[in-house]
């Protein structure tokens, strides 16, 4: 899909409940809520879950990083029985947001992150926002794959990652 014409669809919006590829039913909802749910989800995430220095490796630095995602971008946040296991969030950047998106490791490959991005980008939409950048690395095959399928195309590529773009 290119630029142009991603920018043309209309994603779905929170709330959104599904059934993922494990069999499990999942809830996203848009979140302005308390950051403990987000913070027991990232504390439980690996060494390699981890990239570009997200998320932190501490609770302490866990607890630092999420009002500020929290309180000022757009969060949408994935529920399967009571526990946050995805949060994808658009922060406002310049003239643009950025996007990062995480998904539990014990809940990736069952197609939530899909799921998760296009309603964060509907969710975006639906607030107004007209452009969405990310920062990806160069390695992380299956992220760029998840970018490019929703209309994000590269618009810088340096050694360890690249910047992709689109228009909402």
């Not at 000022?72 to 029985?81: R, S």
């Amino acid at each position: 899909m290119s630029n142009a014409a991603a920018a043309d669809h209309v994603f779905p919006r929170p709330p959104e409940t599904f059934t993922d590829h494990d069999g499990r039913t999942v809830t996203l909802e848009a979140y302005d809520g308390d950051i403990d749910p987000l913070v027991d989800m990232y504390a439980d995430f690996g060494n390699d879950s981890r990239s570009q220095g997200v998320p932190p490796r501490t609770e302490a630095d866990i607890r630092d990083w999420l009002p500020n995602l929290v309180e000022d971008g757009l969060n949408v946040v994935v529920w399967h029985e009571g526990d946050a296991v995805g949060h994808a969030v658009l922060v406002p950047y310049q003239d643009t947001s950025e996007l990062a998106i995480f998904v539990h490791p014990d809940y990736q490959y069952a197609g939530i992150g899909s799921r998760l991005i296009r309603v964060l980008l509907g969710y975006g939409q639906e607030n107004g926002l007209e452009q969405v950048w990310l920062s990806v690395s160069n390695t992380n095959h299956v992220a760029r794959a998840l970018y490019e399928s929703v209309g994000f195309e590269t618009v810088a590529k340096e050694r360890v990652e690249m910047e992709m773009e689109r228009a909402l």
